[in-house]
């Protein structure tokens, strides 16, 4: 009998590169591999709850400051912000920049010289809707052509996420999904939303949990029906040439450059500064804002 075709089965989708996977040891080698396959992966505990908490100040203060001027927290939605910040701007960021996993993920991924070119937090407060599955950028030509992934987005949970919080909710093996008729290559059309609720899988990380994605596997985050904000960090980090850069404004001073170890300076590609100015946000997902954030 012949099988009926699925959803699936009409989607084009690059061809993913065999990603080398020799030499590395056996967590950092698992990642590579998840990233390639799913399109997904993290680590529970890699840090402590109390690191997380004081991530959380962090963003709270961070995030009052932002809701003050124009352009320092843009829209992603009913009740969501995005805020860029600063290193210098939580106490954590050395720590999570410097883990072993993450240089080592980094690394095999995206090369020798990666780039750590972002940093900022997404704030879905109560009230929060579904957002529509999305990239967070399009597919780069690189990406379309070779199957190689040239960026990763680290996220770390500022608070324990519970069920009624609106859960991040993600379609593992979407990275490779060609943007057919996406809107801005970013957002796939309502009539593959059936295909995203099959392979979606909701995330409940907790304090200290951290995870790594590609940007393009397509992903929402879900109605937040809770009391409280789940507010979570993206740490984002390009191969040479991947050109995201050019859409972030992150800067570190002068004395805190100086702080930080050659292996962190060298992955640096920001400017180093006098005074830091609050970032005036660049980076808006024009198709999340849907007129109402
Ligand atoms: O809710 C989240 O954790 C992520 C939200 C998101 O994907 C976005 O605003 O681009």
Redesign the pocket.
């Known amino acids: 009998m012949e099988k009926s075709r699925t959803i699936t089965d009409t989607v084009r989708r690059a061809t993913p590169a065999k990603p080398s996977i020799d030499g590395l040891d056996p967590d950092t080698a698992a990642t590579v591999q998840a990233l390639y396959d799913t399109g997904v992966d993290g680590r529970k505990g890699l840090f402590s709850a109390e690191w997380a908490d004081r991530l959380r100040e962090d963003i709270e203060v961070a995030y009052a400051e932002a809701l003050t001027r124009p352009g320092g927290a843009v829209g992603?939605?009913t009740k969501?912000h995005?805020v860029e910040i600063h290193p210098e701007q939580m106490r954590g960021w050395l720590e999570l920049v410097d883990h072993p996993w993450v240089r080592s993920v980094c690394e095999a991924v995206l090369g020798p010289d990666y780039q750590i070119i972002e940093l900022g937090f997404?704030v879905?407060n109560p009230g929060?809707k579904d957002?529509p599955w999305?990239r967070?950028f399009p597919m780069p030509e690189e990406t379309k052509e070779t199957g190689r992934l040239t960026s990763l987005a680290f996220?770390v949970?500022a608070v324990d996420t519970d069920e009624d919080m609106?859960?991040?909710e993600i379609a593992p093996t979407t990275q490779w999904d060609l943007p057919d008729d996406f809107d801005h290559e970013m957002f796939p059309q309502k009539h593959l939303y059936e295909r995203f609720a099959e392979l979606a899988v909701r995330?409940y990380p907790q304090r200290g949990d951290v995870s790594v994605r590609s940007a393009l596997t397509i992903?929402?985050?879900?109605a937040n029906t809770s009391e409280k904000a789940?507010p979570?960090l993206?740490l984002g980090v390009d191969a040479p040439g991947a050109g995201n850069a050019e859409h972030h404004d992150m800067a570190v001073t002068h004395g805190f450059y100086d702080s930080l170890p050659e292996r962190v300076k060298e992955h640096l590609v920001c400017p180093v500064v006098d005074e830091l100015v609050p970032i005036t946000q660049k980076h808006t997902?024009e198709g999340?804002m849907m007129g109402d954030a």
């Open positions: 992603r939605g969501r995005y997404d879905p929060a957002q999305h967070d996220n949970t609106g859960p991040f995330k992903h929402r985050g879900t789940r979570v993206v997902i999340l």
